[in-house]
């Protein structure tokens, strides 16, 4: 593992102060057949790993069928070609694989790591994955039931109770509105067309991108793109996600449950990932409610007060839509003081800014972690595909730490005004809340 952190370091990472170095940046490898992948090329560990998006994701589900693109990416590794799902799960363990598959609301997700001597076969596995699942009865029902029980679970929890209700207030007929998940209905109405109808439709080459990381050369690479994806269809039949129209029209919303505490969930219209305000806000919320127990909401929700026992804020940016959430836990009796509180600093933020520490330990926290995000091949391909997928540039790890240190209090006053309207906070609580109207 250390081996691995090392040579990670030395070809992408960026640390700060005497630390900070160079970056490898990535190759971009076309293959004979025109499939294109960012590569880091590093000989010295006998790994090769993978990453690989398609367009549209759970999102794209049909109606009263929610919950597909999720119950597909269980099944792709449960038997393909002439290998039932224990065959296949078999050799998978024999060789050393690590392959899964995933999907959110936008795109759909495969990781694939491998042993440089097992690379030959493991490839083959991939591509069968990719191009011959099965879909056998079993594991369907096996990976549907296991589905089933962890949304039952899901109806249980206030916290997700909450998160779900939020969404589907605020898009409304908007597909952005469930889950991955899905529903328990939509599971159960899944048939094995539809399984073969969303392979069909979604993975083609056109809307595919890759990163590979390891023990393989451009000239080695070029060739197992086109074994693995060369069969695809050339195009796509996935339609695009509309944009949402989202009702923000503020206020708060109770759904009362007998328990001795609230769950809290609250947003506000945020930014998409290609805004050119993106890092100023990703700075703000940092110190608004998010990676640090520094921050704005934590010290005056939890430290001072002791209101709750977690309180955060991120911002979530889809392909159609940015938001910027939050959420909050607290005893039944401490809800409506909670709210104002956050309401409060979100008021302050606002209007008077941030202060130069504050601005100084978001900069040193944002760049200083990031190198400790990346310790395998398999992170810093992940790293590699979110800079494909967000049209960041292969020069991106190199840019990065400037764009976040050039980033003024001017910058984050400005930001903070355009996006932290309490006013349009539309909040969901789940519990027996006191000081609620």
């Known amino acids: 593992m250390m081996r691995t952190v090392a040579v990670a370091l030395s070809l992408l990472l960026l640390a700060t102060g005497p630390l900070r170095a160079e970056p490898k940046p990535p190759e971009i490898v076309t293959s004979p057949g025109g499939i294109t992948a960012w ?18 994701g759970g999102a794209l589900d049909p109606a009263g069928k929610e919950g597909l ?32 598959f995933d999907a959110d609301r936008d795109r759909f997700y495969g990781r694939f790591s491998t042993l440089t001597r097992n690379l030959d076969e493991g490839v083959e596995l991939l591509r069968l994955a990719l191009t011959a699942p099965r879909f056998d009865a079993e594991p369907v029902e096996r990976m549907r039931r296991r589905m089933v029980v ?50 069909a439709e979604r993975f083609a080459r056109d809307n595919l991108r890759i990163a590979v990381v390891g023990d393989i050369t451009a000239a080695a690479l070029g060739p197992m793109l086109d074994r693995v994806f060369g069969a695809l269809p050339a195009r796509s039949t996935a339609p695009a996600v509309p944009t949402p129209a989202l009702d923000f029209a503020g206020g708060v919303e ?16 945020g930014l998409k990932r290609d805004d050119p305000d993106w890092y100023v806000a990703h700075l703000l919320s940092t110190v ?16 001072q007060r002791g209101l709750a026992y977690s309180v955060y804020s991120f911002l ?87 764009i976040y240190d ?32």
């Open 316 to 402: 979530q940016p889809m392909d159609a839509a940015g938001l910027l959430l939050g959420g909050a836990g607290t005893r039944n009796g401490k809800v409506g003081e909670t709210l104002e509180v956050i309401k409060s600093v979100f008021t302050r933020v606002r209007d008077d800014g941030i202060t130069e520490k504050e601005l100084a330990d978001a900069q040193l926290y944002i760049n200083g972690s990031f190198p400790l995000q990346l310790t395998s091949s398999d992170s810093i391909a992940r790293l590699l595909l979110a800079m494909q997928v967000n049209d960041l540039g292969p020069d991106y790890v190199e840019r990065r730490p400037q």
């Open 69 to 100: 693109a999720n119950l597909a990416s269980s099944l792709l590794d449960e038997g393909t070609g002439e290998l039932d799902a224990l065959a296949f799960q078999t050799r998978i363990e024999e060789l050393a694989l690590r392959l899964g």
């Open 150 to 199: 962890k949304l039952t679970r899901d109806l249980e929890s206030p916290d997700v109770i909450a998160g779900r209700h939020w969404f589907r207030e605020v898009f409304g007929a908007h597909p952005y509105w469930h889950s991955t998940d899905g529903s328990i209905e939509g599971v159960e109405a899944v048939r094995r067309d539809d399984l073969v109808r969303f392979v």
């Open 39 to 56: 590569l880091i090329n590093e000989p010295s560990i006998p790994m090769v790993s993978m990453r690989f998006a398609f367009e549209g």
């Open 254 to 269: 109770v759904l009362y449950r007998s328990t001795p505490q609230s769950a809290i969930f609250f947003g506000l219209p």
């Open 288 to 303: 608004l409610g998010g990676g640090t127990q520094t921050s704005r909401l934590h010290e005056e929700v939890r430290e």
């Open 406 to 437: 050039r980033i003024t209090l001017e910058d984050v006053h400005r930001v903070a005004r355009r996006l932290l309207k309490p006013e349009l906070l539309k909040v969901v609580i789940v519990g027996d809340p006191v000081g609620i109207e």
